[in-house]
């Protein structure tokens, strides 16, 4: 028996596990953890459960970090937040971003297995399973329990259980993710889906009601009238997204939310791109191609050109995320206030149903992994987790105490010179201060909210409407990864959307745009729709039981 508790006392010993007061009953023989034992025990795990970051902040090193996106374009180092963030890990980060197309670019750094220590992509891309099937990213958890359990401290649970894969790894963490309960719980979480309209032209064509088609066709062609020219330059009535080799946003996934196309009819994935409702806007905006008030410009501009042409208030009226369109507002409203844009009931269906506005879901905006080129992927993960931390993620959000920020009653509040550049400069406020997300690619967005500043104009009118409209929708976020049949199948379709639309935009007729329609449907169903479909319901199903939505 004495043998017996000797060899359990080394075994508890070296597993520090033993904590005050444990009382051990074996084989009816009780063993007392003395008060020394106990207390270096106390003092070891002190040191496990420092975080990473505090432990090798005196060892400076340099990341390189991809970011998939050519508008980010705020380097390190120069402003508060990023300097204070190197100096509270020991981490320099040297940003890199293409110059032009982002998929080729980031097509050419998997080919050559020449991806950086760290990458941000959305989550749907594409190479994301490339990366996972050849084996060229870090499992997270892995280097969490090799290198900084701290890891599982700041992550969300729900969020690891979502993104897990079958062989129990997780290769990444997303950033602004939502989940069911989160929007039941807060009633400031705001959609980015927005209708917006140019201030002034819109007062001045009597604020009209543009919820229907008639309402809509009337509006535009009575503010191209009234203002065919804005400062000497045309004006361009209707504005999109770009048009790309999928489509354009604001003419297909914004339309149907606007409308409230549902995502699924009697427990299956819907066909949202045939839906009656739509059909009848797109030949409205068709009738309004024809007569003369769509623009040649949308269908060819790229984000440069269209951003140009937002700077400039050109735009009569938009489906259009709203903080895309956050630096050029803060151009017109320093300029003329009573220039910018503003958000306003857009398009509904017959019935007049509430919009049907989406925020991220459990799987986020973009995702950020860790390379296997990484040779340091222990200050990785470690600069991952401080991100994530109420730390890093109250740094991102309001700055440094006391320079951003002062705190009254516990509640920070921002110094007033911060909050005018904050809300007139954003690429001098990102040079000087690099807050409010300047650097978002591990932002939380509900761990934010106890932060959050009162909106502000000329944004906070755009957030503060989209509150009665925003859902979770995040169980649709389906995904097909290209190597089964299904998401090559998905992916062809959605290529031969990209060229349908702009055809149905431009046809001559009704008759004609029935005809453009008729043969998408049949070329759809050549390329495997009913297989694509009947994964996005599966899909669908999945998603609901994993977030007890059934």
């Known amino acids: 028996m004495l043998d017996k508790l000797k060899k359990i006392r080394r075994a508890f010993t070296k597993r520090k596990i033993i904590a005050v007061g444990m009382l051990l009953l074996v084989s009816g023989c009780f063993f007392i953890v003395s008060n020394n034992q106990q ?16 432990r090798d902040k005196n060892k400076k090193i340099t990341l390189n970090w991809y970011v998939n996106y050519s508008w980010f374009v705020t380097p390190w180092g120069n402003n508060l937040v990023s300097k204070t963030m190197t100096k509270e890990t020991g981490v320099n980060i040297h940003f890199m971003t293409p110059m032009g197309n982002e ?12 991806l950086p220590d760290i990458i941000t ?5 594409p190479q994301v399973s490339q990366m996972l099937k050849e084996d060229m990213v870090y499992p997270l958890n892995k280097l969490a329990d090799k290198y900084d359990a701290y890891f599982w401290k700041v992550s969300d649970p729900d ?3 979502a993104n897990t894969m079958k062989n129990g790894n997780i290769y990444y963490y997303p950033n602004s993710t939502y989940k069911p309960a989160d929007l039941n719980e807060n009633k400031n979480i705001a959609s980015n889906q927005t209708f917006l309209v140019r201030k002034d032209i819109y007062e001045a064509i009597g604020s009209p009601d543009m919820s229907t088609t008639e309402g809509f066709a009337a509006a535009v062609k009575k503010a191209s009238q009234m203002f065919p020219m804005v400062d000497g330059q045309p004006l361009i009535p209707i504005g999109s997204h770009v048009f790309d080799d999928r489509g354009c946003t604001s003419f297909d996934q914004y339309l149907q939310n606007f409308l409230a196309i549902p995502y699924e009819k009697d427990g299956k994935a819907y066909d949202r791109y045939t839906d009656p409702e739509f059909l009848r806007w797109l030949k409205m905006f068709r009738e309004l191609r024809q007569e003369g008030y769509l623009s040649n410009d949308i269908f060819v501009d790229q984000r440069t050109q269209m951003e140009e042409k937002l700077a400039q208030g050109r735009y009569f009226c938009m489906l259009f995320q709203r903080t895309d ?19 306003v009931n857009g398009p509904k269906n017959s019935n007049g149903s509430d919009y049907m506005l989406p925020t991220n879901g459990i799987k986020g905006w973009t995702i950020t992994l860790i390379s296997k ?14 991100m994530m931390s109420e730390q890093g993620q109250k740094l991102a959000y309001l700055g440094v105490k006391g320079k951003t920020y002062t705190e009254k009653n516990k509640v920070p509040v921002l110094k007033k010179d911060v909050s005018e550049l904050l809300n007139t400069d954003r690429k001098q406020y990102d040079a000087m201060y690099g807050a409010d997300n300047t650097y978002w690619m591990l932002q939380n967005n509900v761990m934010q909210l106890k932060w959050k500043q009162p909106l502000q104009e000329p944004l906070g009118q755009m957030e503060a409407w989209t509150y009665p409209y ?4 995040g169980e649709y976020d389906t995904n097909l990864p290209e190597d089964t049949k299904a998401g090559m199948a998905d992916t062809k379709i959605t290529i031969l959307w990209g060229e349908t639309l702009p055809k149905l935009l431009i046809a001559k007729s009704d008759a004609q745009f029935d005809a453009i329609i008729s043969d998408f449907k049949a070329k759809r169903e050549a390329l495997g729709y009913e297989l694509v479909m009947q994964e996005k319901t599966d899909q669908i199903k999945q998603a609901k039981k994993e977030l007890g939505m059934e």
């Open 373 to 386: 080129n990484c040779k340091h992927p222990d200050r990785a993960i470690e600069f991952l987790d401080y």
């Open 325 to 343: 369109i956050a630096d050029q507002e803060k151009i017109l409203y320093k300029n003329n206030p009573d220039s910018i844009y503003i958000a």
């Open 103 to 114: 998929e080729e670019k980031l097509n050419a750094l998997v080919a050559s297995d020449s």
């Open 470 to 473: 925003t859902k979770y929708l």
């Open 159 to 161: 969020i690891i259980k």
């Open 121 to 125: 992509i959305g989550w749907w891309e």
């Open 39 to 54: 207390q270096d025990i106390r003092q070891e795990k002190k040191i496990e459960s420092m975080p990473g970051w505090e």
